[in-house]
């Protein structure tokens, strides 16, 4: 089935198999006939400059007042809900396609309607607006509803991305108003108000019951439907209720211009106001099947997420599949709580009143207040709120976790929304909701975040980064704005009090208790491994921290600095708990959860332990740190040990002192990651040993060469092996099994933790056999980094580490012979690491220094390499490499005498085809437009981790 439009959902029921019913064939044509002929219709009457939502209304306005259209969705569900023919029996597709042009059908009706007239903001009886930057709604990703909104069903899959400035700092979002809520921009889109006897009164009538029968529907599309249709129905339920409401403000809340326009329409038929408040009791009668079926399914006993029997469950209850009706149920109640736009304002004539007495306002928490109390464990918010808790950290299943997520990211927005135009004491209350620490919306909140977060599954650490940006932006607007009513009030602000402010960053001051939770788990979601969290979390840290700017006394207002420090500031005052944080998901049984906390603990020490100001503030955790990393060197995935690696080398070089007492411990893991099976993993350790001898000095130096001396000829001892041998090896099943199990991506735990039982789908301690050619290949990495880093006085990393030639020339001759080995077939891949590092090599020596000394140890060996006519067997990856460093290096010494060194070996003409090749690249790229090679920087669209 395609629903991507109600066109091809009414043709997708001619093609199912086996086919439908002559009744829903027929049905579904003549719908599809009474589109298609108000679709030709509207395009004979448009101009050649009519706009497309112009195109678009005239076709909406052709549909909505045609009864045959109407009905005819009705027939079509009532078809697909009957069961009386067996052939037809389970058959969920009609169903499914009327609920979908019902949703098509009430927004096309929601667009059509005029622009309501909306009272002052915040209540003003003076008739001025406030000032106030917090009046933009963010609307992420797709939603439920095919016309989007702020719903997640999936996640966004691709976050929105803040401008490079913005004067709020906090949303940098370009937003989408409902229009129920738009109060200016008016356009020339025709619109109309409703009529009394319009169709879609009489199909709003049958839905609640539609609903009713279907909201715990077997097929979990046809309840996903259900879901947008809910949304649908209080969308445009609100809206009217905005509409009629405007009709009956009093003259003191419009201006002059608004009350022109409102006196032909003043009173509205008293037809129409009954079916509008008719629609009201509908809407309602919908929520209160949405709560009953929700409240049923939180009392069915669930299996726990440590112990979980789904094989004995009664149907899918496991934490992968769909749990009943629950999940769709919450995403109901999310359409129908991002549905509700009313503005919280009705007019002194309207005496519509629920049975409880409330104002029926269109705006979900005032409406449903009782949901936010507490009454000692007797009140309606003790199961509500309780349950989207449970649901969004306890419960087994992931969707449902991720959907609960959702329910409570838009009621956060429905309480931002509502505040806009409610008097000062309502809007006190709502803003009380979300910033008081005895509201019980708050804590439940709070864990929701603490467990979503952090939940194992990147599905719900999306919709908790999500729900955490929509709530820390509630937050510093709330505290924006009633600083700003306090400056106008004329309030005196402590002195003391206002230097305070300064010192810390809007986020610490408006979100206060929450700070040691949220911060340690927005910093390690930067690092996390699906790209999706990634990505959104490090926009939420810019749009959180790095625009908000400040001149300082003084300055010119180009060298604006952030408030309180901004990202760097909050996280050095919040060094503790984020210390503690990173040192626990270090031992977490999520492997993908222990790289990215090693990431962030490599980040505290080059951002914190580098900074004048903030270096103390991170060194008296440094000790725990490194026990974290520590733990991480026996890891069994490999991407935590080299990012444990990195980090180590990193603190030892901010602090030198701190680390000392771990040093021979470090030394040690270091010199055995040098020899690791993985080629990044000796790269690393490589750089670690590298700063380990920055941080140091001479004696550091001494140790580093005696293993290299010691390493650097290992390969010799590989054992002979024909390719062959090899090939047949590497398709051996026997010899693979029980090996390294590599993560593909889940982010269920499937590698133990060092030192650690078995945590995963597997229990075996086999793994493959360290090879001697692989502690050469991690001396080359080593060889890099001294001569990079100490092998020229005038760049030296250190003035009392400074390596001449007479300590460089036998250990790059013993290296150029190991190299020149092949008894076994892995000494391709020795090679061309050789040549990926020969030329930083090169650079770092110097070009007269390398001329003279070492290019006669390498040459012979690059130009056979160079060659493969001679039959060598060489690899491709490494003729390729051969020949990239055969470029470099005659462009550091020259071409000429780089050509004229390979004629001495007679392979000039290796060089002469590999830079021709070169040449014809550089053409093809240039020809394309792009000017570059692949591996030019920038080329991928991930950039690094961002960090206040």
Not at 26 to 49: E, N, V
Not at 339 to 357: A, L, S, Y
Not at 849 to 873: P, V, W
């Amino acid at each position: 089935m395609d629903f991507s439009t109600v066109e091809r959902a009414l043709v997708s029921l001619s093609r199912r198999h086996p086919p439908l019913s002559p009744e829903v064939l027929d049905l579904s044509k003549r719908l599809l006939d009474l589109l298609q002929s108000s679709l030709s219709s509207s395009a004979t009457t448009a101009t050649s400059t009519t706009s497309t939502t112009t195109s678009d209304v005239e076709h909406s306005s052709s549909i909505a007042e045609s009864n045959e259209y109407a009905t005819g969705i009705l027939t079509l569900i009532s078809v697909g809900e009957s069961t009386a023919s067996p052939q037809d029996q389970q058959r969920w597709e009609p169903l499914a396609v009327g609920l979908r042009l019902v949703v098509d059908y009430l927004e096309q009706r929601t667009k059509e309607l005029p622009r309501p007239l909306l009272p002052n903001k915040h209540g003003s009886d003076n008739g001025e607006e406030e000032d106030d930057d917090d009046d933009e709604e963010e609307d992420e990703g797709t939603g439920l509803g095919t016309g989007g909104g702020g719903v997640y069903a999936e996640g966004p899959r691709i976050p929105k991305i803040a401008p490079p400035s913005s004067p709020t700092g906090v949303e940098g979002t370009t937003t989408i108003p409902s229009p129920a809520v738009v109060v200016s921009q008016p356009t020339e889109q025709r619109t109309q108000p409703p009529r009394a006897e319009s169709p879609v009164f009489e199909l709003m009538k049958s839905l609640p019951e539609i609903v009713d029968r279907n909201v715990e529907h077997p097929e979990p599309r046809v309840r996903s439907l259900v879901a947008q249709v809910v949304g649908a129905y209080a969308l445009y339920a609100t809206s009217l209720l905005n509409w009629m409401s405007s009709h009956g403000l009093p003259s003191h809340s419009r201006s002059q211009s608004e009350e022109s326009q409102t006196n032909e329409t003043q009173q509205l038929p008293h037809e129409l106001k009954t079916s509008i408040i008719h629609s009201q009791k509908g809407r309602r009668q919908i929520h209160r099947v949405i709560l009953a079926s929700l409240r049923s399914h939180l009392a069915m006993k669930e299996p726990s997420r440590e112990n979980n029997p789904s094989a004995a469950s009664d149907g899918a209850l496991d934490d992968t599949t769909g749990w009943r009706a629950l999940e769709t149920n919450l995403h109901a109640l999310a359409s129908y709580i991002d549905g509700c736009v009313g503005n919280g304002f009705v007019g002194e004539n309207d005496e519509e009143k629920r049975e409880d007495g409330a104002i029926s306002s269109g705006s979900y928490l005032l409406e449903e207040a009782h949901l936010f109390e507490s009454h000692d464990g007797d009140g309606d918010g003790e199961w509500f709120l309780s349950g989207l808790q449970h649901c969004s950290v306890v419960h087994v299943n992931r969707h449902v976790r991720a959907a609960s997520a959702a329910v409570l990211g838009v009621l956060i927005k429905s309480c931002m929304r509502s505040r806009r135009y409610s008097s000062r004491e309502t809007r006190d209350y709502l803003e009380d909701l979300l910033v008081e620490s005895d509201s019980l919306f708050r804590r439940v909140l709070k864990e929701s975040l603490k467990g979503t977060l952090a939940d194992n599954w990147s599905q719900v650490r999306m919709a908790g980064s999500v729900l955490c940006r929509r709530y820390v932006g509630a937050l510093m607007r709330i505290y924006r704005g009633r600083k700003k009513a306090a400056m106008r009030d004329g309030e005196k602000v402590d002195e003391e009090e206002e230097e305070e402010e300064e010192d810390v960053t809007v986020f610490e001051s408006a979100a206060g208790d929450l700070v040691p939770m949220l911060l340690p788990r927005m910093c390690l979601n930067r690092f996390y491994i699906a790209q999706g969290v990634k990505l959104y979390s490090q926009d939420t840290w810019k749009t959180v921290f790095e625009q908000q700017k400040q001149s300082r006394e003084g300055e010119e207002d180009t060298t604006a600095t952030a408030v309180g420090g901004g990202g760097m500031g909050a996280v050095a005052r919040n060094a503790a708990p984020l210390c503690r944080y990173y040192a626990i998901m270090c031992d977490a049984d999520n492997h993908a959860v222990r790289e990215a906390a090693c990431q962030g603990v490599a980040e505290l020490a080059q951002k914190l332990g580098k900074h004048s100001l903030y270096a103390e503030f991170l060194a008296p955790h440094v000790t725990i740190l490194l026990q974290a990393l520590l733990m991480c060197f026996h890891d069994e995935s490999w991407p935590v040990r080299d990012e444990a690696c990195l980090a180590c080398g990193t603190f030892c070089l901010a602090y030198a002192e701190e680390c000392l007492p771990e040093l021979p411990t470090l030394f040690e893991r270091w010199t055995e990651q040098m020899t690791d099976q993985i080629w990044s993993v000796r790269e690393d350790a490589a750089v670690a040993l590298g700063d380990a001898i920055a941080a140091y000095g001479p004696d550091m130096l001494e140790k580093v060469m005696k293993v290299l001396k010691k390493s650097l000829p290992a390969a010799k001892d590989q054992p002979a092996m024909s390719r062959e041998e090899y090939k047949k090896l590497q398709n051996d099943m026997q010899a693979h099994t029980g090996n390294q199990l590599y993560s593909c991506g889940s982010l269920a735990p499937k590698l133990r933790k060092g030192g650690a039982g078995r945590i995963g789908c597997g229990n075996c301690a086999i793994d493959r056999p360290k090879a001697p050619w692989e502690a050469t290949d991690g001396c080359i990495y080593l060889m890099r980094e001294l001569c990079v880093r100490f092998a020229n006085r005038d760049h030296s990393e250190r003035e009392d580490v400074v390596l001449d030639d007479n300590t460089l020339l036998p250990l790059m001759t013993e290296l150029a012979d190991s190299c020149r080995l092949s008894h076994y077939p892995q000494s391709d891949d020795l090679r061309t690491t050789l040549w990926r590092q020969l030329p930083p090599i090169a650079e770092a020596l110097g070009k007269r220094r390398f001329k003279s000394l070492y290019l006669d140890l390498f040459i012979e060996l690059l130009a056979k390499n160079l060659d493969d006519r001679c039959g060598t067997g060489a690899s491709q990856l490494s003729i390729h490499a051969a020949g990239q460093c055969a470029e470099e290096l005659a462009n550091l010494i020259g071409v000429g005498i780089f050509r004229g060194r390979l004629e001495a070996v007679g392979r000039e003409d290796a060089f002469d085809r590999v830079m021709e090749e070169r040449r014809r690249e550089q053409m093809m790229a240039k020809a394309a437009g792009t000017g570059k090679f692949l591996g030019a920087k920038n080329f991928s669209p991930f950039g690094p981790p961002i960090a206040g």
